[in-house]
């Protein structure tokens, strides 16, 4: 994780949230007023989030104290206290929501790549994500899936050729596609491309693709095509997999399964922000 990128970010966060002041907490205590306050897990999952109570907390004052007691990809279980603040309660509390939104949300997406992981239980294919992030936060996401033990998938247009069908479409097949690719981007680039039938497998195999992804298609289907991709190609499967249908998947053969579901659709661990005024 890029801490300069994860500091502006903060900021923007911050300033979204407090704006200008804290209304609530300027009122209620004066500026010299100290205490401390406990982060707990209420429920049993994967902790994400030590970078975010340094930075957060020492951006709003230097001088808070962070004790943590959970490091990324950790196990929490509910009634643990993941990491306590000491410092001014006008800081606390006015970096209490930002900070446990940020908290709740990638650890529900490490909790949640795991129970894939678990689910699938192979160690020979791998979780991955995809783009199906939220905007602003796909850095934050993409990380929390690796906290939770899966993989990455690009990070964006910008890092990797990744051909769909509609591209297919519009090139005039899945040989001049990846030829037009080919003529525009360096040697370091990869170049994947979606398949659905075993014809366009081979095309996708003779036009030279580094990553064949089979899309929307039943473990069985996988089977068949797998044995007509070289060693030297990787592939994916993506598309109608879930928690249900995910052990499947186990003996397709396949490196990667990618998962839109454990970003999109991860629900937040719930963790509570206790604190206590020091008299």
Do not use: W
Request: glycine share 10%; hydrophobic share 40%; aromatic share 6%.
């Amino acid at each position: 994780m890029n801490p300069f990128k994860l500091q502006d970010m903060l900021r923007d966060f911050f300033k979204e949230d407090i704006g200008d002041r804290d209304l609530t907490s300027e009122a209620l205590f004066g500026e010299d007023a100290t205490g401390a306050g406990k982060f707990i897990a209420k429920e049993n999952g994967i902790f994400v989030g030590e970078s975010i109570l340094i930075e957060a907390f020492k951006l709003l004052d230097p001088e808070t104290s962070i004790t943590i007691n959970k490091k990324d990809g950790e196990r929490v279980e509910k009634g643990e206290t993941i990491a306590t603040v000491h410092g001014k309660m006008r800081v606390l509390l006015s970096g209490e929501r930002v900070v446990l939104n940020l908290l709740q949300r990638l650890s529900g997406i490490a909790t949640l790549t795991r129970t894939a992981v678990d689910m699938l239980d192979s160690e020979t294919t791998k979780i991955c994500d995809t783009r199906k992030t939220t905007p602003g936060l796909r850095m934050l996401e993409k990380y929390a899936v690796v906290c939770g033990g899966g993989s990455n998938h690009r990070f964006g247009l910008y890092d990797g050729v990744m051909i769909k069908d509609n591209h297919i479409e519009f090139a005039g097949s899945i040989t001049e596609a990846v030829h037009r690719a080919r003529q525009r981007i360096g040697h370091m680039v990869k170049v994947e491309v979606e398949t659905e039938t075993k014809e366009q497998v081979m095309e996708a195999v003779s036009a030279g693709a580094d990553i064949i992804m089979f899309d929307n298609r039943t473990p069985q289907e996988i089977q068949e095509f797998i044995p007509c991709v070289p060693d030297g190609i990787v592939t994916e499967a993506s598309g109608g997999i879930t928690l249900e249908n995910l052990a499947g998947y186990r003996n397709t053969g396949v490196h990667y399964i990618s998962l839109g579901f454990i970003t999109h659709s991860a629900r937040s661990l719930d963790i509570s922000f206790n604190v206590g005024l020091k008299k």
